[in-house]
């Protein structure tokens, strides 16, 4: 068994995450994305999916992205 990173749990279908070349092991996706998804800049979001960028900034949607005065991003055309 292996114990998880993020809550500390000791389970047996434990899995492991490679990330820029770290080996990161958890428990659930939930520690897995708690310990390793990038957070909105404004809202703090974990962000699952592609999110947006600008600056080394990331965003969750266009709308938080708007009210940080970034204008040119867009969630979709």
Not at 12 to 33: P, R, Y
Request: glycine share 10%; with cysteine; hydrophobic share 35%.
């Amino acid at each position: 068994m292996a114990k998880c990173e993020a809550c500390g749990n000791d389970y047996d279908k434990s899995f492991e995450v490679v990330m820029q070349g770290k080996t990161h092991t958890f428990d659930s996706f939930e520690c897995a994305i708690f310990a390793l998804a990038p957070a909105c800049t404004r809202c703090g979001v974990r962000i699952v999916g592609h999110g947006l960028e600008k600056d080394g900034q990331m965003f969750c949607c266009n709308h938080c992205a708007e009210h940080m005065g970034i204008e040119e991003l867009r969630d979709r055309a």
